[in-house]
């Protein structure tokens, strides 16, 4: 397994743990994760990330609890990339940069594959990544470009994992 975090800052020598720039709502006794630390992400969630920052997205995937007729929704691939219409010409004109994470000092949080590390941790290896609409297929992820993620919403109704990132950002 390798760790991740991705930045569109090409310049950073050691992540140093700082608090959630928007706190979420946490379960209680993990409000210690809107505090400082180091936000990682697994290579087999990596495609969460390959977006510009802001770009709202939808990303789902199947779980061991997924049911047969839910799985077929994927079609043959192993899970989906919702982003808007209005979001694809900076999808292929952004450049996100990819921070190799060594795994000592993180814990895993059970939770899509986001690990966190409350020490600075100094990254093992750095990757610029352009035309970012080329690096799902490879990962086995289907990218759908729809006018509206509202519609997508709806799989929130199903048995598949529905992870919704900067939805805040999404058309009314």
């Given at each position: 397994?390798?760790?991740?975090?991705?930045?569109d800052?090409?310049t950073i020598g050691?992540?140093?743990?700082?608090?959630?720039?928007v706190?979420s709502e946490?379960?209680?006794?993990?409000?210690?994760?809107n505090g400082?630390?180091?936000?990682a992400?697994?290579?087999i969630?990596?495609f969460m990330?390959?977006?510009p920052?802001?770009?709202?997205?939808?990303?789902?995937w199947?779980?061991?609890?997924?049911?047969e007729?839910?799985?077929r929704?994927?079609?043959?691939?192993?899970?989906?990339?919702?982003?808007?219409?209005?979001?694809?010409e900076?999808?292929?004109?952004?450049?996100i940069?990819?921070?190799?994470?060594?795994l000592?000092?993180f814990?895993?949080?059970?939770?899509a594959?986001?690990w966190v590390?409350?020490?600075?941790v100094?990254p093992?290896?750095f990757?610029a990544?352009?035309r970012l609409?080329?690096?799902?297929?490879s990962?086995g992820?289907e990218?759908?470009?729809?006018?509206?993620?509202t519609p997508a919403k709806?799989?929130?109704?199903t048995t598949?994992h529905v992870s919704?990132?900067?939805?805040?950002n999404?058309r009314p």
């Amino acid at each position: 397994m390798r760790l991740f975090h991705f930045s569109d800052d090409p310049t950073i020598g050691v992540f140093e743990p700082r608090p959630v720039r928007v706190p979420s709502e946490r379960l209680q006794g993990r409000e210690w994760l809107n505090g400082p630390l180091v936000w990682a992400i697994d290579d087999i969630h990596d495609f969460m990330y390959l977006f510009p920052r802001d770009c709202p997205r939808i990303l789902v995937w199947a779980t061991p609890e997924t049911s047969e007729e839910d799985r077929r929704l994927l079609g043959d691939w192993r899970g989906t990339a919702y982003i808007e219409s209005a979001w694809l010409e900076r999808l292929q004109a952004a450049t996100i940069h990819r921070y190799e994470m060594p795994l000592e000092g993180f814990e895993d949080l059970q939770d899509a594959g986001m690990w966190v590390s409350r020490i600075a941790v100094v990254p093992l290896a750095f990757t610029a990544l352009s035309r970012l609409d080329r690096e799902f297929a490879s990962r086995g992820i289907e990218l759908k470009v729809v006018d509206s993620l509202t519609p997508a919403k709806a799989l929130r109704e199903t048995t598949l994992h529905v992870s919704a990132i900067r939805i805040r950002n999404a058309r009314p």
